[in-house]
């Protein structure tokens, strides 16, 4: 009778080890998979030049994605990333360009703005007690829109000095200096969020915010960190982007944190809180720069690109959804 019984629940067992491989593995396949069809379909993709170019294109986003990490491992979002993009470039422009100040000057100026608009939204969220993240952030996107485009006069700003291109413009070897950025950065939130107390509380607070709240955790001030940091690395991405291209305008940044959200639910975290992986997050937003990749040299048109990843976020959307169901279910 035992025996029966144990052959009974063998499947069963194995069946859960699959779906718990697939959970923590399954960003990382997507992508071997994703960049073995590319492959065969064309031969321009896995070569060296492409590979870097790869890997340069998917910095800012990536930069973006782990800042927009922290909100989601909250059970929170944050909209106003691609506007705080625009308005720290632009008050980098005015100071380093517009103004003839010192670069270091400009960079600090790039990286205080976005961690300040970060800010604004943890202490909306906590202190007007706004309802969701949703509004704070919403409201917050606009304001650092309008601000960006009142302050040049919707006027790009060109001709930055070398020291603030460097990031997004020079290579070590074959690799660019933006992802080798990038590596240091997922290393540091890696530590942050493993090995820290405030990196715990934030798994904490996105699991029960309230059994969080009652076990002692300061929610209000875990949850002003996770924005202002989500800020800062927008301001970041900004410094990117600006080296990459050696110019600064208004509308930077427009839309990009959509595929910053998308970036951090490929690889593997939950709209619901307390789900989410550093290198999952990494794998998210390699996994767009491949696509969008693969994409172009198969001659896509933008649009249809367009579609293409707002069908992978659906999808990768409704596998949370389905691994959420499961999970209370068992």
Known sequence: MSEAV?????????KKSFKHFLGKFGALIGLIILTVVLTFLSDKFLTVNNLMNIARQSSINALLAIGMLLPILTAGIDLSVGSILAISIMTMGIVSVNMGMSPVLGIIVCLAVGAAFGLLNGLLLTKLRLPHPFISTLGTMNIARGIALIITAAAPIAGFPYLIQFLGREFVGPIPVSFLLVIGVYIVFHIFLTRTQ???????????????????INVDRVLIIVYTISGLMAGLAGLVMVGRVNSAFPLAGLSYELDAIAAVIIGGASFFGGVGTVW???IGAMIIAVLRNGLNLLNVSADFQ???????????????VLRQRNSKKN
């Open 280 to 282: 999952g997050t990494l």
């Open 306 to 320: 367009m579609a293409v990843i707002g069908i992978v976020i659906i999808a990768a959307v409704y596998v949370d």
């Open 6 to 14: 144990i052959e009974k629940e063998k499947p069963v067992g194995e």
């Open 198 to 216: 405030t990196g715990r509380y934030i798994y904490a607070i996105g699991g029960n915010k309230e059994a969080a709240h009652l076990s002692g």
